[in-house]
Structures are given as C-alpha cells and as structure tokens.
C-alpha cells in the first residue's frame, strides 16, 4: 500500500471518528468497473472518494465495496492503466449498488497472459470460456481444434490428424458456429472433413460460448459459438509486433508467423500479420502415416481509425492450405476393408516424405470486411458491417491418365453479407439491442472435374433480425431474452438419376422440382424455403460474493444445408459415398444449462450440466458398402431423427501455493434417439483432463506444466455393422464387417515449459518447449473417422520461439 495513501486513509478515518457521533457512518457503497468497449470486468481499478480519500481496488470480477461510510455528498474518482480518469459527483444518504463503465484500450505493449477463465463476456448468462496469450501461441504450429480442446466441454472431430473440427456438447459442424472479427466463417463448413479455413495465429482472444445465447451471430448454432478476436491499438504513436518460430519433430516441420502494428494519436492504425507452416508425414509410434503432410499460409491486412465516439475499419484476410490424406484409407474392395479393421498396421506403409499426393485436399478463403460505428452520447451505438468471403475447396482423388492432376471435386462459395447493430441503454437499469441482416451466397460445382458432383450448383438468400434486452438492477442479478428471426431461401439446379428419382418416391412429391429429362438423367430445380425463429433467456444470480449461478434457455431452428439435401456420391476426403434427401426437415432445438460457479481464496468450481432435446436432428450415418469404379467405399446417408442429448462439465482450478496451481476438467455426454434409445454415432466419450502448473516466484513469465488426459473407451455407441460375402478358399463365406465398435480407451501425458527474457524497452523473448503423448503411447481414437486404417499420431516435441518488440 502506497505511504501517501496511508497517511491520507488515517486522516479519513480520524475525520470519520470524530464526526461518527453527529451523523449516520453505516452507508455502504457497492459497484463494478467495467471496460466501456469490450464490455469485461476491470480489475485492480483505483476506486477513491475525494473528499475523505477513502479508497479500495477492484477485484477480479470488477466489484469493490467501500463500507462504513458517512452520508453526504462525494466525488468519485475511479483509475486504471490505459483509462482516462472517471469522475463522477455521489450523494450518499442510502446504501448504493451501481456499475460504472470505463474506456478502456487493450494492451499489446505488454502480453497479458491471461488463464481460460478469465472472462471477456459475449452474453451475461451463458457459459463462456476464453483463450488467449500462451495458450494460443502454444498451438501457433497446429489447428484451431487443438487449441479448442483446451476447453472444458469441447472435443475434436478428427479426419487424419489434421483436419479437426470442434465438437461443443456432442454437437458439431454446422451447428457450431465460427465468428472472426464479428462475421460468421462461411466455408463450406457442413463437411466432417472440413477444417475451419482462418489463420489460428490472426487472433488474440478465443470466446468458446457454449449455446445459442448470442442471437447477433445466428439461431441456429445448439452447439454453441466460437468467437475469433484481435487486439485494439493504443490511441497513441506507437509500434509494436512479434515473430514466433516453431519447429516439430513428429513430422519434422515447423511454422512461422509474424505481426507488425503501427498506431497514431488521432486514433489511425494499420496492422500487417502473416503465418506459413508445414509438415511432411506424421509418425505413429511403430510406423509412418503415409500421404499425411500439410502445408499453410496465411495473411491479413488491417487499416483503421479507433476512437472513443466513431470509428472504421477494413480488413482483408487470405487463407490456403494442402493437406494429405492417409493413403491407406483408400481401399479397393470390401476385402481389402475387412483386412485393414483386422490389421494392427496400415495396409500400405511408405517412407518419409514431404510430397502430398493425392487423395488430398486443398482449399483457399478470401475476407474481405468494411466496419464503421458511431456513439451517441455514451449509451448508444451504432455498427455497420459489409463482409465478401470467397471460398474454394478441391478434394483430389487417386486418378490415372489425363485426369490424374485434375481435381474430383471443386467447389466455389461465394458469400456477401450486409449488417447493422444498435446497442443503448434504457431507464432502471435495461440495455438493448437490436440488428438486420441480409446474405447471398452463390455456390458453383465446377462440372470439368469430370466426376458426378457431390455438391449442386445454388443460391442461397437470407433475411434476418434480432433484438435482446437486459435487465440489471444490481451487481448481484441479470436477466436476459432476445428473439431472432431468419427467412431461407435455397435454390438449387441439379442432376438426378431418373431410376433413383423414381426408386425414391421424388416423381410423386416433388414433380414440381422436374425441368427436363436428358437420357437417363434429370435436370430439377428444387426450392426450399424455410423461416426459422430463434429464443434466448437466462438469469444470473450472485448468492454472495464467492457463488454464482446462470440459468439458460434456448430455442434454435437450423434449415437443412446444401449436403444435407443434395449429396450424391464419393466424398474422397472421407473415402466415403454420401447420400442427401429431399425429406428433411429443419431442426427444431431446445437446450437447457445450469452453471455454477464457486470461487473463494484461490479455489474456482465450475459445474454445468445441460439438456437439449431436437426434432428432427440431422444425422450422417453409415449404412453399408458400396463398390465403384474407383474402389469399395462405405456408404452414408443422411437421415432425421428426434434426438436427446444430457451431459455435464465439471472444471476445478486450485492454488494449492502461491507458485503451483491445479486445473481438473470432466466432461461426459450421451445422445440418443428419443423413440428407439438409440445412441448416436460420433459422441465424445467420458472424458478427463489434469494439469499442475508450476510458476517461478522470482522469474517473470517462467512457468512448468505436467498434464494428462483421459479418454474412456465409448460404451454407447450404435450398431452400423453390415454382412457381405466373399469367395474364402473356393467357397462363398459371409462375414460381419464392424465399423460400429469402438477403440479401448487410452491416458496420454505431456509437459510444457515456458522461459522469458525481458530486453531493453517494451523488447522480450520467450522459448517454450513442449511434449504431447510423452510416453508415445499406441492408441486410436473414437472421433476420428479414419480409425478403421491407423493409430493416431505418436510422440511429437515442439519448441516455440517469440521475440515480441
């Protein structure tokens, strides 16, 4: 405690005494400081009555409480590192609750090195974890799915070991939504195979939302959003940047990105950032995984004005990769299938190499973004958004001839999206908010791949709006709702087989969809449109200063995507035929979440159970086996279903000494048909993750961590196996093909250290070194859908080198 500040609180309290018999010294002052543009509690703010300087600092939540005070008139001044001053005139006859909001800039001058639960609210009442500092930067090599799975309740859908995609609460892909720099990601992203196309090393802060709460991003996310964030300049000349390096040994590649920014005084900022990597062929402990290298680069570009009352932007960012998939997953017959589930190896083992052949895949994402927003006094505020994202996405099958470079399948997405947002604050103690939306997108299947398109050619229009409103009449309760409407339009052009069209009963319901008959084909043009309503409440209550629960309820409808009704053919990234139907229905969602929160010297308890119900879940399911000119591949069919999901997560974080800390996470989940109690296929497993974290007393920045993770084996599962008959020695012998049962489960080790050296001015270098499956543990798991052909990458050593300026 400051001397000055001693001395000046002595003085209060003799003043305070010596008055006390005069006059009421019993009212009590409560608040909460909060950071005016990102809407996040401040802590260690100054909060300081002039007149007596009683003072007190805020906490971690942003409250402080200034007790035993005498009624009267007061001048409140509240400070904080990067704010302007805040100063407002009190008149304190009673006990007063209020919240006060401070302009606030973030820092990239100095990393804040924050741990997950420290919290930059997108939604008061729903679950919300957020990543940023070391914890991104640990997987600047790797893909926004393995830094994702850091995240209590959040699971990865594998293709191969780099394709990952995120799974909230059982849920994935379309149902989860991905938000950079508020617009939602439009990327083909309906495919299992589908990995995120943005930059992980582009963003600063990671927000995992677990729900629908966020009505501005969409109705149709049960599974939850993801909310990608970069840092804000200073409003003042400065420049600052970094360079990280990595290098990998399992797969002996490595990456590199970089930042430079340069801010002005008058608010003006440009910002340039970059990110190469790439890998060869990953390692599983006894054998090399064939044809699985990737490759990445990325850049983004950033020009702006920031102030207080008005502001600008654009951004464009480009993205690309290339990535292998496992050769051995392409198999010629059922036979060999059926060989590959009963080997412990692959059934084709190449040496090492940097080459990507095919099957593989590439795709590319241009996004292009103009932002502007303008205040109105300081509880109004006004944002516009215009977004093209262009989108290409080549999957290249094993070919021969003239056709052998040229790719199976090409898709182009192009989408255009126009918005705009209005946020005030109305009387005793409401906020609302409201917005428009509209979009287009165009998605062009090129027909010269020469293979019958899996994907038609299609537009798809859609008009929506939203409003939420917030009630908070103290620091201890919040209520929220809002409502959401969209209206789709799908319109399709595509070719049908007319004895397939038929063997389905489509001639019968939708004859209307008919354009015009050519040999043995079908040209339609089917037009679905669907209005979706979306609905959020939840409440938020503080019992007492170390407890909290939130309550949420949401209401989402999702329309059936493009792959959903259309697909029709090889998915060659899969290695697997797939199916769409005309029959779907939208999904019809509900989901309920119970979070609470203890936190009381140097111990956080987090636990959030939940419950959705759907009507009419779309799921992707395997249905038997099907040869072709290119191969035997298993075959798939979307269908709809009335499912129940039902889970839990369960977080601790202990201080168990002021340099070691403890992180326990738990997650479980199970989904079933409502009507025949059948599980679901691809439901993450039971699940644990341990961490001790060790921190230098003395040495900024250095710190140890040991971790584990446990996967169960998945005890409920669905049975999808099929029968076929082979010629066995000159007799036809039948036999079960298992592609239902699980692998055994498996408890994988790592360790991490971080070391920081600050140099001259704001200058620093930090090394980390990292080792995940430490003890290069053999193992397959449940959520990779390429299991069946290989175990999952071994031991991999990683060292990080950053040098921020």
């Not at 003043?15 to 260690?44: K, W, Y």
């Not at 300049?233 to 002996?252: E, I, Q, V």
């Not at 036979?335 to 895949?361: M, N």
């Not at 012998?733 to 250290?753: A, Q």
């Amino acid at each position: 405690m400051h001397r000055g500040y001693v001395l000046l609180l002595l003085c209060g309290l003799i003043g305070s005494l010596t008055s006390g018999f005069a006059q009421d010294c019993s009212v009590e002052l409560r608040g909460r400081v909060m950071d005016r543009h990102e809407n996040i509690p401040l802590e260690g703010a100054l909060i300081v009555l002039e007149e007596n300087q009683v003072y007190t600092y805020s906490d971690a939540r942003g409250l402080f409480v200034l007790e035993s005070l005498c009624a009267g008139n007061y001048t409140l001044r509240i400070s904080h590192p990067s704010c302007d001053d805040y100063t407002k005139q009190l008149s304190l006859q009673t006990d007063l609750d209020e919240t006060f909001f401070l302009e606030h800039h973030i820092t990239a001058l100095n990393e804040i090195i924050v741990e997950e639960q420290k919290r930059q609210k997108n939604t008061e009442t729903t679950p919300e974890v957020v990543l940023q500092g070391n914890e991104l930067e640990r997987f600047s090599g790797q893909s926004l799915g393995d830094a994702l799975s850091q995240v209590s309740g959040v699971t990865t859908l594998k293709t191969g070991n780099v394709i990952v995609k995120p799974v909230i609460h059982g849920m994935f892909g379309a149902r989860v939504a991905l938000v950079s720099e508020g617009v939602r990601v439009n990327d083909q992203e309906w495919g299992a195979d589908h990995a995120p196309t943005v930059d992980l090393n582009a963003v600063e802060q990671i927000s995992v939302i677990k729900g629908a709460a966020t009505l501005r991003y969409g109705g149709d996310t049960p599974g939850g959003v993801i909310v990608m964030q970069k840092g804000k300049p200073f409003l003042k000349d400065t420049l600052y940047g970094h360079l990280l390096s990595s290098a990998s040994a399992n797969g002996r590649g490595g990456a590199m990105t970089g930042s430079l920014v340069k801010g002005f005084a008058n608010g003006n900022y440009v910002k340039g950032q970059a990110t190469i990597k790439k890998r060869g062929d990953a390692q599983a402990p006894a054998y090399n995984l064939s044809n699985t290298g990737w490759t990445e680069a990325a850049m983004s570009m950033q020009w702006g004005r920031n102030q207080f009352l008005k502001g600008w932007e654009v951004n464009y960012s480009f993205f690309q990769n290339t990535i292998g998939i496992l050769r051995a997953a392409h198999v010629g017959n059922v036979e060999d299938l059926e060989r590959a589930l009963r080997s412990e190896v692959p059934l084709r083992i190449d040496p090492f190499t940097y080459t990507i052949a095919a099957p593989k895949q590439q795709s590319q994402h241009h996004n292009a973004k103009f932002y502007y927003f303008k205040r109105w006094a300081a509880d109004t505020k006004l944002e516009v958004h215009y977004n093209f994202q262009w989108n290409q996405r080549e999957e290249f099958d094993i070919r021969r001839g003239e056709d052998r470079n040229k790719a199976a399948i090409d898709l182009q997405l192009m989408t255009q999206n126009l918005a705009a947002y209005l946020a005030w604050t109305g009387a005793e103690s409401m906020a609302y908010t409201a917005g428009i939306q509209a979009e287009l997108q165009d998605n062009f299947s090129n027909p010269d791949t020469g293979v019958k398109r899996l994907i038609p050619d299609y537009l798809k229009y859609t008009l929506a709006s939203y409003t939420t409103a917030r009630y908070q009449p103290d620091n201890s309760l919040t209520i929220d709702a809002g409502l959401r409407l969209d209206w789709t339009l799908m319109d399709a052009q595509k070719y049908y087989d007319i004895n397939e069209w038929e063997q389905r009963g489509y001639d019968n319901r939708y004859s209307q969809f008919e354009v015009r008959r050519l040999s043995t084909q079908l040209l339609t043009r089917p037009k679905f449109e669907f209005l979706n309503w979306a609905f959020s409440t939840g409440v938020r209550s503080q019992w007492n200063p170390v407890f909290e629960t939130t309550l949420n309820y949401n209401l989402s409808q999702r329309a059936p995507n493009a792959a959903e009704l259309f697909s029709d053919g090889l998915h060659h990234a899969l290695a697997t035929i797939e199916y769409g139907s005309l029959d779907l229905k939208k999904e019809i969602a509900h989901k309920v979440l119970l979070n609470s929160t203890y936190i009381k010297e140097g111990l956080n308890l987090n636990l959030t159970p939940y419950l959705s119900w759907v009507n009419d879940f779309i799921l992707l399911e395997p249905a038997g086996f099907e040869q072709t000119i290119r191969g035997a591949f298993p075959y798939y069919h979307y269908k709809g279903v009335d499912a129940q999901f039902v889970g839990v997560d369960f977080e601790m974080q202990w201080r168990v000494h002021p340099q070691i800390s403890l992180l326990q996470q738990t997650n479980w989940v199970r989904a079933k048909e409502a009507k025949t109690q059948i599980d679901l296929i691809h439901i993450p497993p039971l699940s644990a993750h341990q961490k001790l974290v060790f921190v230098h007393p003395q040495k900024k920045g250095w710190k140890w961590e040991i971790y584990n993770t446990q996967v169960a084996s998945q005890r409920f599962f669905p049975d999808n196996n099929f029968t076929y008959q082979f010629i066995e020695n000159g007799q036809l012998t039948t036999k079960t093909i298992d592609i239902s049962t699980p692998p055994n489960g498996y408890s994988l080790w790592g360790s991490s250290l971080v070391l920081q050296w600050d140099l001259e001015g704001q200058r620093s270098i930090q090394l980390q070194c990292i080792v995940d499956n430490l003890a290069n543990t053999t193992y397959r798991s449940y959520l990779n859908r390429l299991r069946f052909y290989a175990d999952e990458m071994g031991r991999n050593i990683q060292v990080l080198i950053k040098y921020s300026l």
